[in-house]
């Protein structure tokens, strides 16, 4: 079993629509990350959470530490959101553990 | 401020061979994490280097190695290479372990 899931693994929107993606660990942690990885490979980190809530733009990600579960919600989404969305969390000894990612197609 | 590079951007090599990725990590950042992506998956740590020592290792067996260097880049090192070591491999820097970490845009390896 992986460390951590993620689902769902394909989502398909129209544009415009609110989207969720959720991420679920089953291991102690000390941050979580959303990570977004394009065709070809680049990847860019969205964001880093140890509590709470972050936003940025059209993008918020929620972590909740007691049910060791972790949101990210894309508002008024657009076909440029298109991508795969990538949980990952750190653990002790500096070492990130990866979901298998969320491909993400939002259709104009 | 220069980002993360990595070279080469594809690489063919066959079973046995021996190979040699490199790294620029993102000025100011100390620290350099590997990690392994097959089609389809999710990226899997390799390693981590700070400082020029390694400082944290996943499941990967020993013929996986690496090194970083005084100005922080950074090689992974495979021998005797394996159909199953085909693959994207990333590396990411980030100013301490923990924090927020930078991709390149990642080398693709294709074993024969």
């Known amino acids: 079993k992986n460390e951590v899931e993620q689902s769902p693994q394909n989502l398909t929107a129209q544009e415009g629509e609110f989207i969720t993606i959720n991420c679920s660990y089953s291991?102690?942690?000390?941050?979580l990350h959303w990570l977004q990885q394009h065709p070809g490979g680049g990847i860019v980190s969205l964001f880093m959470?140890?509590?709470g809530k972050k936003k940025h733009g059209r993008l918020i990600a929620t972590i909740n530490i007691q049910e060791k579960h972790s949101s990210l919600h894309i508002t008024a989404s657009h076909p440029r959101d298109s991508a795969v969305y990538i949980c990952a969390v750190l653990r002790a000894g500096n070492q990130f553990y990866f979901g298998t990612g969320t491909s993400l197609t939002v259709i104009p | 401020e220069t980002g993360v590079t990595q070279s080469p951007t594809h690489l063919i090599k066959t079973r046995g061979q021996q190979v040699t990725l490199r790294c620029s990590s993102q000025?100011?950042?100390?620290?350099v994490s590997w990690y392994q992506q097959a089609l389809g998956q999710g990226p899997q740590f390799i390693f981590q280097?700070?400082?020029?020592?390694?400082?944290g290792r996943g499941n990967f067996p020993p013929r996986f190695s690496g090194l970083q260097f005084p100005n922080y880049s950074s090689e992974l090192d495979v021998n005797a290479l394996e159909l199953d070591d085909s693959a994207l491999y990333l590396c990411?820097?980030?100013?301490?372990?923990?924090?927020?970490?930078?991709f390149g845009p990642g080398t693709r390896l294709t074993v024969l």
């Open positions: 000025s100011g950042h100390n620290t």
């Open positions: 990411a820097s980030s100013v301490t372990g923990g924090n927020e970490q930078f």
């Open positions: 280097y700070y400082r020029e020592e390694e400082n």
């Open positions: 959470l140890s509590s």
């Open positions: 291991v102690g942690i000390s941050a």
